[in-house]
């Protein structure tokens, strides 16, 4: 039986420290205060000054509670049970179901052998063109999408869940709106997809603690699974309030801030998360699509721009819907020369026109003349941005790309497309 | 091991605290002891008896009162034949080794010896019984690969010595013993064809250091003519995100003009290194015809790997670097990227409560990036042959501002600076390394005057199209459109190079030559045209014909025949040629 402690030397922000021996560094202990039992994890010892951060935080802890030492570090319980529930940061049960405690994981693992990392070579498709078409998701990839708050960027993570063809989905909430929370769990029941996910969903309301918990429980289980020849698609919501939490600890327990008062390993901690996608040789993958969201639209603030250094690529959501520039898919080359011979051509013409548009707009408001090539380019613009951007539209990547050729034929002759003859030959839509 | 005992007595993150009884030295090796585990750390603070360590590993589960074993020996990597064509990790750990042992997952307190020691060497002797040496002389050779790989008197053995003994010809592993010398109180030492050196000490056992003259070429254009690397000189790339840092850093070493290239992928993304190291294999060195492999070290500390290890990566890889440049090679080390680096040093200083300098970084930040390229540099050896290490390091500003402490304190120490723009990846202008805020302190393959001249027009094509942006096209002279047309165009066909096109990813000195000279016939012409239109779809002709030659293999008959084509359509349209452009011609024939 582990020693009970009975005297909290100092409680700062959700930190606590007791006296005591023997103790793990990131061992687990519980705190007994009188609105109930908290987890709380060790974060820093010295000599026989313990430090601990309370899953649910500082409020109304006494000097006079209880802390017992569990012995072990932050565990998930992990198996098919899982499925289709709903759980805290914490790993308890937020839907009415039955805790869980059997063949329990340690959280945080370690990296994988970068030797034994492959090559990625499969696409994830989504059912939007913006992305299958022009920014092609891969599985084991690790993307963000960055946005401002009031985007909708959560309906845009639910429809990726619904129609990505994935074994299983596990969202991670951070800082989540309670009635963000909602929606998610309505949309994916009534879609059928909640059979095929876990949450963890960490609301605003709850203890910011558990905040930092929700991306090692998500991709601890995630990895478990993919291990087990799952393909395991892991949604981030939101990124920002995750480093804001570690932030809002690194300050109570007084580290030296770095930039805009976020701890200086803010990469290191981000990094050590995003790259937990991967794709196991002979095994399932993990891909991770996270929301992150940039503060007054500033792509330089500290979240987004670390962000940016590890994933790879992004998706820029403005104005509710996904932009051409700025949105990149590092990973596409691997797998867009495989799909359809025109893929690769489509997307780089229909861009370069799409810029030209935007050109000319620009001309249009600065009130200069309209020649008819610029006449062209708007109405093409219209037509992209109405029946390609749109997050409305919903066709699989060969009707995107066949829309693409109407769309073109449309608006242009042929050959003032810049595409190689070849494929106009084989794909210009044939006037009936 | 020492005799210091030690016990843990605090953890902060991957620092740890541990109350030592005995002696103990700075940046002292020390293996924490955590249930069967022993952790490899670093003592980075000694403050009576207790000292801080910075451990290589994740520290969960380690607990106050832990043993912990002192080395007295600082952090050390193997130098000997068998690093060529390896993967380590930052402390020189081999990764496929490690996971042959450990899986997909890199378990912490696994350490694995660097150099294989089942592999037999044939041994060449070259010392003689009798013979006096000193430390870095030759004993013997064994072939590694395309390289004759020196047997050296080891670095660390101080004084001068007589060979007493040494092996005949024959195979022999790294372990066994191939010399024995004999110092001047008569004691003998067995010498192996291996030893350890630490890697923060720079490897000094040359004559003399030299000036960096001879340009490193890469078979970029944009770096070989206009922003020119030395061999034995150092260069930074800094850029914002995606702005194509490791494309780049990856056809350099590719395609580099060296012996060796050493990869040091620090704190970056696992998925880019997977690249080089399935690729690699499969490429072949068109120097030696063998596989791009067999001259490549591969030093990777990836961004979820542990931040110590990530500060040791570096040092591990310019250690190697310098060991090979001991036998008269060419060694280019690329390090992806400095500012992960220089985080893992901010980590560590903000656990150890040192005062913080600007952005959180610590004071010492200029002084130890300094004191890290200073490592490179061309040297004769002592037996007169040369041997060079090149450092080209990335820098990830953060918010892509060139102003931040990593981009200002490398760009003092640097001999060349590679900027990239965010604006030039934007609009798919590759590499994006921006023509008018790059520099070079280097000669390069031609003329510096040539090249200035040849730069002014991107210059003043620059001026001409910021004005045009205000007053309009309306509003320009044809004369200052030319220019900006000229600018553009020297740009396009000759700054820009598609990396992904299998002739134009890799040009040879010659072509550059040829190319540059066709340029400055086109900068340097003057011209009649009848109206800005006119001369837009001149160039733009121009500027197609141009392209399509940049993709035809050089000296080929097709290639041949669309040069004279493009001669005879500029021949057509062209008047006149400025003298200082002739001169230039007239040197480049």
């Known amino acids: ?45 010295d000599e026989d000054m313990v430090s601990l951060q309370v899953f649910a935080g500082g409020r109304g802890i006494s000097t006079g509670d209880e802390v017992r030492f569990l012995g072990n570090p932050m565990r998930v319980s992990f198996g098919d049970s899982l499925k289709g529930r709903i759980f805290t940061g914490s790993g308890e049960p937020r839907d009415n179901g039955p805790t869980l405690s059997e063949n329990l994981i340690p959280i945080g693992g370690p990296s994988v052998n970068p030797t034994k990392r492959i090559i990625p070579r499969e696409m994830v498709r989504t059912g939007i063109p913006m992305i299958d078409l022009f920014n092609t998701l891969v599985k084991s990839q690790k993307l963000p999408i960055f946005s401002i708050s009031g985007e909708p960027y959560n309906q845009l993570l639910a429809r990726i869940a619904m129609q990505a063809e994935v074994d299983l989905i596990i969202l991670g909430g951070m800082g989540l709106k309670y009635d963000d929370y909602l929606f998610f769990k309505d949309t994916l029941e009534e879609g059928g997809s909640l059979q095929k996910t876990i949450m963890f969903v960490h609301t605003a309301a709850d203890p910011v603690v558990e905040c930092l918990m929700v991306p090692d429980i998500s991709l601890a289980v995630a990895e478990r699974f993919a291990l087990k020849g799952l393909n395991v698609l892991v949604l981030l919501t939101d990124m920002t309030n995750f480093a804001d939490a570690m932030k809002e600890i690194a300050i109570t327990q007084e580290q030296v801030p ?9 990469y290191s901690q981000l990094a050590s998360r995003y790259e937990k996608a991967v794709d196991f040789a002979d095994s399932g993958s993990i891909t991770i699509l996270a929301v992150t969201t940039m503060p007054g639209d500033d792509v330089t603030h500290p979240v987004p721009d670390n962000t940016g250094y590890i994933t790879e690529g992004q998706f820029y959501l403005k104005g509710g819907r996904i932009e051409p520039f700025g949105s990149l898919s590092r990973l596409k080359q691997q797998v867009n020369g495989r799909t359809r011979a025109d893929h690769r051509a489509i997307m780089d013409g229909m861009i370069k026109l799409f810029s030209a548009y935007r050109d000319t707009l620009e001309k249009k408001s600065m009130g200069f003349q309209m020649s008819a090539w610029d006449q062209k380019l708007l109405k093409y613009g219209e037509l992209f941005e109405s029946e390609m951007m749109d997050l409305s539209v919903n066709i699989p990547l060969e009707g995107a790309l066949d829309k693409g050729w109407e769309i073109l034929a449309a608006c242009f002759e042929p050959q003032e497309t810049g595409l190689q003859s070849k494929l106009i030959d084989q794909f210009w839509p044939k006037k009936a | 091991m020492t005799n210091t005992k030690g016990a843990v007595t605090g953890v902060n993150g991957n620092m740890v605290s541990v109350r030592v009884d005995g002696t103990v030295s700075m940046n002292e090796v020390a293996y924490i002891v955590v249930g069967g585990k022993r952790l490899k750390s670093e003592i980075i603070r000694v403050q009576g008896d207790i000292v801080q360590t910075q451990v290589f590993e994740m520290t969960k589960g380690i607990k106050v009162g832990d043993p912990v074993e002192f080395t007295g020996e600082m952090l050390a990597v193997e130098l000997g034949p068998g690093l060529l064509g390896k993967i380590y990790d930052g402390l020189q750990n081999p990764l496929p080794e490690v996971a042959a042992q450990t899986g997909y997952f890199l378990e912490p307190g696994v350490y694995l010896e660097a150099l294989p020691r089942n592999v037999k060497w044939s041994w060449t002797p070259v010392a003689k019984a009798g013979d006096r040496v000193e430390r870095a002389d030759l004993l013997g050779t064994v072939p590694e690969g395309a390289f004759t790989h020196r047997v050296m008197v080891p670095f660390t053995m101080y004084g001068s010595y007589t060979v007493k003994s040494i092996k005949p010809a024959g195979e022999y592993a790294v372990t066994d013993e191939v010399a024995v010398l004999e110092d001047e109180s008569g004691a003998s030492t067995r010498v192996t064809m291996m030893f350890q050196w630490p890697v923060k000490r720079a490897i000094d056992c040359y004559a003399e250091r030299l000036k960096p003259v001879e340009p490193m070429v890469t078979k970029t254009r944009i770096i070989d003519t206009f922003f020119p690397v030395a061999k034995g000189g150092t260069y930074c790339i800094p850029g914002p995100f995606g702005a194509g840092k490791t494309v780049l850093q990856q056809v350099t070493s590719r395609n580099a003009d060296v012996d060796i290239v050493i990869i040091a992928a620090c704190g970056e993304r696992a998925g880019e290194v997977v690249e080089t190291l399935k690729e690699f294999p499969e490429l072949l060195d068109p120097r030696t015809g063998k596989s791009l492999m067999e001259r490549t070290i591969i030093v990777c500390n990836t961004s979820s790997m542990p931040v110590a290890a990530r500060e040791a990566s570096v040092y591990t890889a310019v250690t190697m670097a310098e060991y090979y440049r001991q036998m008269g090679l060419n060694v280019l080390l690329l390090a992806d990227s400095t500012s992960r680096w220089a985080q893992a040093m901010r980590e560590m200083s ?19 990036i300094a004191s890290f390229y200073e490592r ?32 200002q304190a490398t760009l003092k120490v640097v001999g060349a600076f590679h900027g990239l723009s965010r604006e030039r990846s934007d609009a798919r202008k590759y590499p994006a390394i921006h023509p008018l805020d790059s520099w070079s302190k280097y000669g390069g393959l031609l003329d510096a005057s040539s090249v200035a001249w040849a730069h002014s027009f991107l210059k003043r094509g620059t001026e001409v199209g910021q004005m045009m942006k205000v007053v309009g096209e309306e509003g320009t002279s044809l004369d200052d459109f030319l220019v900006y047309l000229k600018g553009e165009f020297l740009d396009d066909v000759y700054l820009q190079q598609n990396s992904f096109d299998a002739v134009d990813a890799s040009v040879s000195p010659e072509r550059q030559k040829a190319s540059f000279r066709s340029c400055v016939r086109i900068l340097g ?22 392209l399509d030659g940049n993709g035809i293999e050089w000296g080929t008959d097709a290639y041949v025949s669309a040069e004279a084509e493009l001669k005879a359509f500029i021949d057509e349209r062209v008047s006149g040629l400025d003298k200082k452009a002739a001169r230039i011609i007239e040197s480049l024939e």
Do not use: C
Request: aromatic share 10%; hydrophobic share 35%; proline share 4%.
């Open chain 1, 1 to 45: 039986m582990k020693k009970v402690y009975s005297h909290i030397e100092s409680i700062k922000g959700s930190v606590i420290t007791v006296r005591a021996t023997g103790v793990t560094y990131g061992e687990l202990a519980e705190v007994k205060t009188r609105f109930g039992v908290s987890l709380a994890e060790v974060n820093r010892l």
């Open chain 1, 258 to 266: 770095s930039n805009r008062g976020y701890p200086g390993d803010l």
């Open chain 2, 350 to 368: 903000g656990r150890l409560e040192e005062i913080p300098g600007e952005e959180a970084f610590p004071a010492y930040l200029e002084s130890v």
């Open chain 2, 376 to 407: 490179a540099g061309i040297v004769r050896l002592k037996d007169g042959s040369k041997g060079s290490v090149t450092i080209g390091g990335t820098v990830s500003p953060a918010g892509g501002n060139f102003e931040e402490p990593v981009t």
């Open chain 2, 525 to 546: 012409s003057s011209f009649d045209f009848k109206d800005k239109d006119a001369a837009r779809a001149w160039f733009n002709q121009l500027r197609q014909r141009f």
